[in-house]
């Protein structure tokens, strides 16, 4: 399977960094232009569960590759991906899969803008990274990969990318019902990292602020409204448990989340795709959703006044 990862950041760079060992051949497609430098001069630099190792991939801008790719793996930020699938369009075929594994909701409705329905495949993972600067990422733990072909997860070639996937390592399953596990996913991050973001402390620090509880259930329960509008399965007690069962220090309670470290870093975060996805739906459906609507412009707020564009 011809492989390209488009957004080599901190996860696209652990999907290929583990990708590579098998024998299928990797690409990476980036546009930070540093980043592919950095790559192609001195391979990518990872800081692993088994120490450090140079991962020799080759690394283009998206205006440089050329040939055709079996499976693209999308791993820019949400808002990257309409970019990213523009600038690519030239070396997308009919024979060509998309893997979409990112957070927020809306990420499908996007690509399916540029790719048929029946050529996506769509996910979650709990694998981490970290992406440190250009050409060196951090990735340990250990973690998984849920996905579902939308077309049929009985098609030959969603079968040899779970194979692809299981002999790098990545521990795939294939899901029937995966818009189940990226709302809920969708809805842990838009509690933690927003929250998390907005009062500029750690998960762990979050669980003990005044009212912690009530602050969950205010986003939760208009996820539970907005997703059965969607017709999506959403189990708003597992949900909770899920994110309840993170505060522990053991678990992930000295963990800053990722808008968190986006916000610190000075990047735009996904808060459109996340609370910002369930007031904007709430809006248009006539679903009062005034928490989610709030924090998506607490956040816009701190990004704006960090002159992040
Ligand atoms: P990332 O920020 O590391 O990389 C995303 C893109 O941004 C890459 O193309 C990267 O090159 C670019 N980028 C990053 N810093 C840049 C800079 N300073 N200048 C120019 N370009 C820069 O993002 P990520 O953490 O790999 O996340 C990709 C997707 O996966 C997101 O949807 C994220 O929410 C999701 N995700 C991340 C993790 C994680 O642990 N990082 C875990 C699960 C899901």
Same mark, same amino acid.
């Given at each position: 399977?011809?492989?390209?990862?488009?957004?080599?950041?901190?996860?696209?760079?652990?999907?290929?960094?583990?990708?590579?060992?098998?024998?299928?051949?990797?690409?990476?497609?980036?546009?930070?232009?540093?980043?592919?430098?950095?790559?192609?001069?001195?391979?990518?630099?990872?800081?692993?569960?088994?120490?450090?190792?140079?991962?020799?991939?080759?690394?283009?801008?998206?205006?440089?590759?050329?040939?055709?790719?079996?499976?693209?793996?999308?791993?820019?930020?949400?808002?990257?991906?309409?970019?990213?699938?523009?600038?690519?369009?030239?070396?997308?075929?009919?024979?060509?899969?998309?893997?979409?594994?990112?957070?927020?909701?809306? +990420? $499908?409705?996007?690509? #399916?803008?540029?790719?048929?329905?029946?050529?996506? !495949?769509?996910? /979650?993972?709990?694998?981490? &990274? =970290?992406?440190?600067?250009?050409?060196?990422?951090?990735?340990?733990?250990?973690?998984?990969?849920?996905?579902?072909?939308?077309?049929?997860?009985?098609?030959?070639?969603?079968?040899?990318?779970?194979?692809?996937?299981?002999?790098?390592?990545?521990?795939?399953?294939?899901?029937?019902?995966?818009?189940?596990?990226?709302?809920?996913?969708?809805?842990?991050?838009?509690?933690?990292?927003?929250?998390?973001?907005?009062?500029?402390? +750690? $998960?762990?620090?979050? #669980?003990?602020?005044?009212?912690?509880?009530?602050? !969950?259930?205010? /986003?939760?329960?208009?996820? &539970? =409204?907005?997703?059965?509008?969607?017709?999506?399965?959403?189990?708003?007690?597992?949900?909770?448990?899920?994110?309840?069962?993170?505060?522990?220090?053991?678990?992930?309670?000295?963990?800053?989340?990722?808008?968190?470290?986006?916000?610190?870093?000075?990047?735009?975060?996904?808060?459109?795709?996340?609370?910002?996805?369930?007031?904007?739906?709430?809006?248009?459906?006539?679903?009062?959703?005034?928490?989610?609507?709030?924090?998506?412009?607490?956040?816009?707020?701190?990004?704006?006044?960090?002159?992040?564009?």
């Amino acid at each position: 399977v011809k492989i390209a990862i488009a957004g080599a950041g901190a996860m696209g760079g652990r999907f290929g960094s583990m990708l590579a060992t098998t024998d299928n051949p990797v690409t990476f497609i980036d546009l930070w232009q540093q980043h592919v430098a950095a790559i192609n001069a001195h391979g990518l630099l990872a800081h692993t569960n088994d120490g450090d190792k140079r991962v020799h991939v080759p690394a283009f801008l998206p205006k440089d590759v050329h040939g055709t790719f079996d499976l693209i793996i999308l791993f820019t930020k949400a808002m990257g991906i309409a970019d990213m699938l523009t600038a690519l369009k030239p070396v997308i075929t009919p024979a060509t899969h998309v893997l979409e594994l990112g957070n927020g909701i809306g +990420n $499908i409705e996007t690509i #399916s803008k540029f790719v048929p329905k029946n050529q996506i !495949i769509a996910g /979650v993972t709990v694998w981490s &990274a =970290a992406l440190n600067g250009p050409g060196e990422i951090t990735m340990k733990g250990n973690g998984s990969v849920t996905l579902q072909a939308l077309a049929s997860n009985e098609e030959p070639f969603f079968k040899q990318v779970l194979q692809v996937l299981t002999e790098a390592g990545l521990k795939p399953t294939a899901s029937n019902d995966v818009l189940t596990a990226i709302w809920r996913k969708a809805a842990l991050n838009s509690v933690l990292n927003t929250y998390t973001t907005i009062l500029d402390c +750690n $998960i762990g620090e979050f #669980s003990q602020v005044p009212d912690c509880d009530t602050l !969950i259930d205010n /986003v939760l329960d208009e996820f &539970a =409204a907005i997703a059965a509008n969607q017709h999506v399965h959403f189990d708003e007690a597992a949900t909770k448990q899920l994110i309840v069962a993170q505060f522990p220090d053991d678990a992930n309670g000295t963990h800053y989340p990722s808008m968190h470290q986006d916000m610190a870093k000075g990047r735009k975060t996904e808060i459109d795709f996340l609370n910002g996805y369930i007031a904007k739906v709430g809006a248009k459906a006539g679903i009062p959703t005034p928490v989610n609507a709030l924090l998506t412009k607490l956040i816009h707020g701190k990004e704006q006044l960090r002159q992040i564009q």
